[in-house]
């Protein structure tokens, strides 16, 4: 999923009304509840502001070993 679409879907939420039907959620739903909508509010802010790249979460940084001694020397004739 891209981040401009979990923003969407997020910050629907957050004003209360269902991303999928565009339904207003009734005042009892949890998604109602003051801590919910202001968690959906700190993660929309997160996603507009990028904090969360899904591409560099997954990069992996690889290091190089020291010590082979052989990295990046010809081979010889007998191993050729």
Do not use: C
Request: proline share 9%.
């Amino acid at each position: 999923m891209d981040h401009t679409k979990a923003l969407n879907i997020v910050s629907t939420l957050a004003n209360g009304v269902n991303p999928l039907t565009g339904e207003v959620f009734a005042s009892d739903s949890p998604y109602q509840s003051p801590e919910i909508v202001r968690a959906l509010f700190v993660a929309a802010r997160a996603l507009e502001k990028g904090s969360l790249p899904a591409s560099s979460a997954s990069k992996e940084v690889r290091v190089r070993t020291p010590g082979l001694p052989n990295v990046g020397k010809p081979w010889s004739a007998e191993e050729d």
